[in-house]
């Protein structure tokens, strides 16, 4: 029994089955609209310090599709305590008394597990920074699931886009990892998946990701056969959109991207549309976890490959699911993935600037090890890889 | 039957006199304290990318009082995904899939049009731009039939104030029009109501609308006979609020006065007050959509004929109405007003800036042939006349 | 009967004392999981022109405990017309026909007072900017009762940190006084209680406020006795936290620091810690409002003796208590404090400059004589001291 959702890593491949099973029964009683009200006297806050329309809005639809109520915090940055300076241990430890449940967004990296650490009410996790949205991965996951008609195991999955800021596309990518996918990357130089990713995904699922810059690159014989399980170099010399069973597109987050004053053309008009599209296979999906900007063109809408609209309705049976689960309504065994690492309090801040613990006065500098690499620690609340 | 209110135009008298009577009803259920609970099960998104108090607030009410659920945004521009410039296309897709119904304010004209288009649940046009606001206008309405307690029909209705940028004013002309009420602006100069809808009046409604500048203008006979029916130019050689069954005063749309950096004193101090209003009849009711500033005198506020607080307080019933029609809770026949116009799909953007369609990347450039003008057309969106 | 909470001194001792048991019936309720739906019908509206997140979220908590509806409006300055410039007034006219309760935050002195004389429905102050936030007072005032065992009459208390600028501390101050607890004060040079405050409570109550400047300060042999009842100065030469059975910690309020640009580090840095706590009684109880920063450190939250976060979830069922009788759904006889004073009406502006009265152009100036000095009348809406 784990009692908040901070990371896609918390769930073991069975529960999440077991929210996808449970989802599907709420999609069916929707569809006939029928009443589920089991949340009847329940609150739930919603405390978003950064902009959402999506996540806040499903959750708050699916509260309201279970019964219960919702006080909503849409812009907690400047109109709680949070504009006097307030930490966000002592606003968690006040709401859990107003709430049953809090969902969670938050600009800094790790936030939604320093809140978890200190609250009595389950915490969600609806995005920490640049880190994770396991919410998110959960209705990317059962978007596959569903649109796929089949096991996520063995898929080929191409992550497009900006995979370095994108806090949806590393939560996607344990996920993918986790069923067994096989997962190809294609971002432009300077947006890749960060290299903490890669190494956690090949040392606990022991999947090695696929990483390209572009379509269209040249691919080694070893590539082909990997993508095609035929020695056929020549058919497919290079890297083709029609290799893939789904492509998930994401966009550049500009927001995140402090330092940096310029993106280039190239990078900013990396795209999908309908030109590229009529390469692929007819059952290949297109997923983006929205909002877009040019990496998607509109005028791949009308095409019925195009699944990311159904992605972001799949969201409120999905979260009525985790709500009812948290909450203790449905008793599926909600177990944890794997034992608890052991942590390490050290006097040595976390190197990575937009972790939560560089911000908040409080919070104590946890660590895990990591097992094969010699002075090499992960931060406990944002996952940065570092040495001590 | 249609599926959303973008225009007061998209209402039939008919049907405007049964969402009257079904205010009607909804109004002494809740003075019986009666419970109205048909929406239990629904819930409307209030999508409100301008500031709000009353559209919002009474939206928001009504529906409560129908026993629904909410999902509120009041600052939708700064707290969804606006912020990170997701179109107004793909956020209503979205959003689509968490509410049964939507109202929403936008600050570009004929938004609320293209929303329509998009989406597969009713939209409410709770104000675009400086385009239209035809909730208010029912309101508007609304009032003047019961306070008034008699027909529209020869009524004559003074317009003042800002009728060039008052959107609200905009939809109450046709309203008027469509009822039949005299109609007479009292604009500054720079601020009359636009020739578009002038002439929107003149050609569907064969309404001639008298536009003064301001009270004490000098009056033609023919003016007076139009305002008195009798031939007696010498009692009334001026302007006169004595006139007018109804009056109603409208602020200076400030905000949207973009180019113009002053507004002269004598235009800003453009008001009523308790002295004006002792020449006015026993039984003249002074209207204001609010918020007011200074064209509207709290001296005002003690006059019986003072209309606006019971004109806001109107705005419960009637949009419980309105929800109720639009999602189909009462049956009644909510029929079109006229056969739907040919629609030109052209290769030339809207002349109008502030219209949708020049900041939707997505949006088609729509038309409808204006039958009595060579080459002109109006934007579908945002209704504005031009040469092609 | 009043029908609106503005002041604490609107409360007598025996209504607070109706609120406290009716608090501490919904509290066991609560704890039972047994459901309080009295509120079915009613819509509560939260209108907050300033940041909070205690106040809001435990008046949106408490009315759906109580099965209430609540449209939020957590930033009403910029989200309502508010923004185009609409008085408190108009505003609270037009809000009263939306909602049957209205809970208020505003930045000006004597905002709430305005809007109550203006107001059909309840209205509750949930802070009007440095004046009163009598609610606040109630959960404190409880908190003591609860945490105590015991009356407040006699118990020692000391109001530490920003006295001048914080509301919360001057109706706690008027509360303590009400129940006849001996008061002391410990704040920075500039940030003492404001002299109208301890005057009042003076003149109204026969309290003697002790006044100090910091923890460890010599005392008079008279302070000695009044605290200790002993003739033992040699004992308690200087002020200790030893002597308080309470103590109430604030913060600076930085954000109504217009003029004043630089806070001293010393100022700042003031607080209670861990070390100082040591010196205290085994059941001293240390409150605080919250938000805390530096004045209060976090090495206290472990000691069995840091009441704060109980202070802010007590919350619940004190305003649960206040809406059910305000609504007039529990017949407790809820009592003026005393007769209404005189009121003058007078053509003067009010003297403090954040008062309501100044920027509100429809509110008249209103005052109340002072009893006992000469020419010196209080402002009916900020409480302000001035000569006339």
Redesign the interface.
């Known amino acids: 029994m784990i009692k908040h959702l901070v990371s896609i890593d918390d769930l073991s491949k069975k529960t999440i089955e077991k929210i996808f099973h449970l989802a599907d029964i709420y999609n069916s009683q929707l569809e006939k ?1 029928e ?1 589920i009200y089991i949340c009847k ?1 329940k ?1 739930m ?1 919603t405390l ?1 310090y950064e ?4 996540t806040r ?2 959750f ?2 699916a509260m ?2 279970l019964g219960g ?1 919702v ?5 907690t940055k ?9 930490s966000l241990i ?2 968690i ?3 859990q ?3 049953d449940i809090v969902v969670l967004r938050h600009f800094k990296d790790g936030s939604a597990m320093l809140a978890a650490e200190n609250s009595d009410v389950p915490i969600i996790n609806g995005g920490d920074g640049a880190h994770e949205h396991p919410t998110q991965t959960l209705c990317d996951l059962y978007t596959i699931r569903k649109l796929k008609k089949r096991k996520i195991y063995g898929l080929r999955v191409a992550l497009c886009g900006d995979l370095k800021y994108g806090r949806t596309v590393h939560s996607l990518a344990y996920g993918l990892a986790k069923f067994g996918a096989k997962i190809f990357t294609i971002a432009p130089k300077g947006f890749e998946l960060p290299e903490y990713v890669e190494h956690r995904i090949k040392s606990e699922y022991g999947i090695e990701i696929k990483k390209y810059n572009k379509l269209g690159e040249q691919l080694s014989q070893a590539d082909v056969f990997y993508m095609t399980q035929k020695n056929e170099p020549d058919l497919f010399p290079r890297l083709s959109i029609e290799f893939f069973d789904a492509v998930y597109v994401t ?1 550049i987050q ?2 995140r991207l402090k330092g940096v004053k310029t993106v280039s053309e190239q990078t900013m008009s990396y795209f999908i549309n309908k030109e590229l599209l009529e390469k692929a296979k007819e059952d290949t999906i297109v997923m983006h976890p ?4 040019n990496e998607l063109a ?1 005028d791949v809408d009308q095409d019925k490959r195009a699944a990311y ?1 159904q992605q ?2 799949y ?2 049976p999905i979260r009525m699911a985790l709500i009812a689960i948290l909450l203790g309504l449905k008793k599926l065994k909600f177990g944890v993935n794997k034992k608890l690492p052991e942590i390490f309090t050290l006097d040595k801040k976390c190197t990575n600037e937009n972790c939560i613990t560089t911000s908040e ?2 919070a104590q500098n946890k660590y895990i090890k990591v097992n094969d690499l010699a002075n090499t620690y992960r931060c406990f609340y944002c996952d940065q890889e570092q040495g001590i």
């Open positions: 609209k009443h006297d609150i806050a978003f902009p959402s329309t999506r809005m499903s708050e639809s309201f599709k109520k006080i909503s915090s849409a812009d400047s109109t709680t305590s949070a504009a006097k300076g307030e002592d606003t430890k006040v709401i008394s107003y709430a966009r500009i927001e929205l909002p877009r900007r509109y609209f972001a309705a969201g409120v006065e409080n």
